[in-house]
């Protein structure tokens, strides 16, 4: 079993819907978590930075952290077509130094 | 503020040959973190250098190494190329020190082995 799971999608909405993105993990240890956006062939553009449990909010992006059930979610308000691209969760531990740990990636597409 | 460079974007070798990438992070960023992208495995972690020192590696064979110079800039260098090396190949910058930070990637360098 992979230490984080992430549903690869594809996930495809309409222009201006909600769009919930979500990654579960088992490595309890895990305090810091991250969302990236990855358009093709680019490298992943850090979205999101939270550390514990709780909510983060930043623009059209919502990220929450529920430690008690290793369940992390990034909601995205009022999608447009430039938000098409794949979200990676990525997850650390103190114990761990800078080394991050990267669900698969779920591709989302929003039509215009 | 310039990002994280990665050169070259491109490289094409044949499977037996070695290859070194480069990482220039962003100013003021003294460590380094190297990643591997395939389709088959995404996004797994090769090591990390702070202060020209490995602090942390990866599940990856002695094939895959890496150093880092006093201006923070980072090399990694894998020798006997295989086939499946072909990825794309990120470094990822951040400040380093005690305590966890915010890391940056660069645009990769995409490695195609043949």
């Known amino acids: 079993q992979k230490e984080v799971e992430q549903d690869p999608g594809p996930l495809s909405v309409p222009e201006g819907a909600i769009v919930s993105l979500n990654c579960t993990y088992s490595n309890s240890a895990f305090q810091y978590f991250m969302w990236y956006r990855q358009y093709s062939r680019k490298g992943p553009e850090l979205l999101m930075y939270?550390?514990?449990?709780g909510n983060k909010e930043d623009g059209r992006f919502t990220a929450q952290v529920d430690k008690s059930s290793k369940y992390i979610s990034l909601f995205i308000r009022d999608s447009q077509p430039s938000d098409s691209a794949t979200y990676l969760c990525a997850m650390s531990a103190l114990e761990y130094g800078n080394k991050l740990v990267f669900g698969a990636g779920t591709i989302l597409r929003v039509k215009s | 503020k310039a990002g994280v460079t990665q050169t070259p974007r491109y490289l094409i070798k044949t499977r037996g040959q070695q290859v070194t990438l480069s990482c220039s992070p962003i100013?003021?960023?003294?460590?380094v973190s190297w990643y591997q992208q395939t389709p088959g495995q995404g996004l797994q972690f090769l090591f990390e250098?702070?202060?020209?020192?490995?602090?942390n590696k990866g599940n990856f064979p002695g094939r895959f190494s890496g150093r880092q110079f006093s201006n923070s800039r980072s090399e990694m260098n894998v020798s006997t190329l295989e086939l499946g090396d072909s990825a794309l190949y990120l470094c990822?910058?951040?400040?380093?020190?005690?305590?966890?930070?915010?890391?940056?990637f660069g645009p990769g360098t995409r490695l195609t082995v043949t």
């Open positions: 939270t550390y514990s449990s």
């Open positions: 250098y702070f202060s020209e020192t490995q602090r």
């Open positions: 990822a910058s951040s400040l380093g020190g005690a305590g966890h930070y915010e890391q940056y």
């Open positions: 100013s003021g960023h003294r460590s």
